[in-house]
Every structure is written in C-alpha cells, then in structure tokens.
C-alpha cells in the first residue's frame, strides 16, 4: 500500500500533476518547467523530487543539463496506470491547452542567455 500512497500524494499537487502532463510531450530541465509553470525554481526541484520519488518521472544528465522525462512505469503498477491514465485525462482542461500551447516557444537556451 505505501507505492500507492506515495503516487497518489505524488499526484495530490495540481503543479505535480501539470508537470507530469508536460513531460508527456518532451523531457525538460527544471528552467523550462519553471517558466511554463510560473514558479520558482526550487519549488520546482522540489516538486520533482516527490514525482521522482514515487516512480512517476525520472531525471538524466545530458552534458551540464540535468533533464526530466516521464517513467516507463516499471517501478510501480501504480505509477504506470496514472501515467498511462494522464495520456488521456485533462487534456480538454483551461491550464493544460496553454501549457501545450506555450511549451514549444519554451527553450532553455533562450533562458539562460546561451
């Protein structure tokens, strides 16, 4: 019972929920969900830390990047049905259609000045 908890709490937090749907589209780094979702970037880290730690997203280093990407699931049954269920839910919700909208313009190079 504590996986499914932990992926519900995971889950519990609407900016945890709209990173998930974000990195439905891309992996990104921690200053592009930032700037999508307005927030700063230790809430941020903070936030992907609880995703990270119940097997919903998973973080690798590309160079000096350290990027985000959904799981494969693997880890949990549970964190592989919510991710398999937010494919499909909410995407007709307000904040999601201008998160995906806005998200293409969102490139880290142009965040940080390189």
């Not at 097997?55 to 880890?75: A, H, M, P, Q």
Request: proline share 3%; net charge positive; aromatic share 6%.
């Amino acid at each position: 019972m504590k996986k499914f908890i932990k992926v519900m709490k995971a889950l519990s937090d609407p900016n945890r929920v709209k990173m998930v749907k974000i990195l439905q589209s891309r992996a990104l780094c921690v200053c592009e969900i930032q700037k999508a979702l307005g927030i700063a970037q230790s809430t941020a880290s903070k936030h992907l830390k609880l995703l990270e730690d119940a097997g919903l997203v998973r973080r690798f280093k590309d160079g000096l990047w350290v990027n985000y990407s959904l799981t494969d699931g693997s880890e949990s049954p549970y964190s592989a049905n919510m991710i398999g269920n937010l494919k499909h839910w909410l995407n007709d919700e307000k904040e999601i259609k201008t998160l995906n909208r806005i998200l293409p313009g969102i490139k880290r190079e142009d965040i940080v000045g390189k």
